[in-house]
């Protein structure tokens, strides 16, 4: 993506990641693959223009990025696992090195909407974990004063899915402020912390893609037989 389509860069500040400078060896090469979900439905969805912009600047940094739109995306249990939407989300964290969250905070916690997104995303299919060793990204918006509710519970999602959730976040308080009538972040200290977040994002995914096998490997494990883990890991919803 060309400087042009990011404006609010502080001119020579923020450069393409350099991938020797944190790839493992053996490296696969590609551009680290990313994928955003947002958890609004609102034409003028402030998680997902935030979605949006973290994913220019991902682009920027190297990566290939794709969004989940989660309209459409039935409740958790409530259609089958091969429904349309809840495939398409399943084909999108399997093929992800990793995933940036972005809610809105609603009643101090996530949307129903974020959470019925991370809940079709299985822990285990078979003996395989997709979302396992994978880097994560949480951010949220709010309407009134900034709060952490929400990006303090996707940081416990991720650690639940085993994902490797990067030090840093971003808050966006009062959100109707922060983005023109396009939908573009206006420049700022939040602006700037999003920055960070991406930037933070695309470095962590280059140092653990190639490492996730052994940084996931586990001791409980290897003395588990694979069919005795897909029993334990695919046991039925309660």
Same mark, same amino acid.
């Given at each position: 993506?060309?400087?042009?389509?990011?404006?609010?860069?502080?001119?020579?500040?923020?450069?393409?990641?350099?991938?020797?400078?944190?790839?493992?060896?053996?490296?696969?090469?590609?551009?680290?693959?990313?994928?955003?979900?947002?958890?609004?439905?609102?034409?003028?969805?402030?998680?997902?223009?935030?979605?949006?912009?973290?994913?220019?600047?991902?682009?920027?940094?190297?990566?290939?990025?794709?969004?989940?739109?989660?309209?459409?995306?039935?409740?958790?249990?409530?259609?089958p696992?091969?429904?349309?939407? =809840?495939?398409?989300l399943?084909?999108?964290? +399997?093929?992800?090195?990793?995933?940036?969250?972005v809610?809105?905070?609603?009643?101090?916690?996530?949307?129903?909407i974020?959470?019925?997104?991370?809940?079709?995303?299985?822990?285990?299919?078979?003996?395989?974990?997709?979302?396992?060793?994978?880097?994560l990204?949480?951010m949220?918006?709010?309407?009134?004063?900034?709060?952490?509710?929400?990006?303090?519970?996707?940081?416990?999602?991720?650690?639940?899915?085993?994902?490797?959730?990067?030090?840093?976040?971003?808050? =966006?308080? +009062?959100?109707?402020?922060?983005?023109?009538?396009?939908?573009?972040?206006?420049?700022?200290?939040?602006?700037?912390?999003?920055?960070?977040?991406?930037?933070?994002?695309?470095?962590?995914t280059?140092?653990t893609?190639?490492?996730?096998?052994?940084?996931?490997?586990?001791?409980?494990?290897?003395?588990?037989?694979?069919?005795?883990?897909?029993?334990?890991?695919?046991?039925?919803?309660?």
């Open positions: 993506m060309p400087l042009s389509d990011l404006p609010n860069l502080a001119h020579g500040a923020l450069a393409p990641i350099e991938p020797a400078l944190y790839a493992a060896p053996g490296d696969p090469a590609h551009p680290p693959r990313i994928l955003t979900l947002y958890g609004s439905l609102r034409e003028r969805s402030y998680s997902r223009f935030v979605a949006e912009e973290a994913g220019r600047l991902l682009t920027y940094l190297g990566c290939e990025v794709r969004s989940f739109d989660p309209r459409d995306l039935p409740l958790p249990d409530g259609a696992s091969d429904h349309p939407k =809840v495939a398409e399943r084909d999108l964290a +399997k093929w992800s090195e990793g995933m940036v969250w809610s809105p905070e609603r009643h101090g916690a996530m949307t129903g974020m959470k019925a997104q991370i809940d079709w995303i299985p822990l285990s299919q078979g003996a395989v974990r997709p979302t396992q060793g994978k880097t990204a949480v949220q918006v709010s309407g009134g004063s900034q709060s952490f509710n929400a990006v303090n519970q996707l940081r416990i999602l991720g650690r639940w899915m085993r994902m490797v959730t990067i030090p840093n976040q971003s808050s =966006v308080p +009062k959100a109707f402020n922060e983005f023109d009538e396009a939908g573009r972040m206006k420049p700022s200290a939040l602006y700037e912390r999003i920055v960070d977040v991406c930037e933070e994002l695309t470095k962590f280059y140092m893609r190639g490492r996730s096998a052994a940084l996931t490997d586990r001791y409980s494990e290897r003395v588990e037989s694979a069919a005795e883990l897909s029993k334990r890991v695919n046991q039925p919803a309660i």
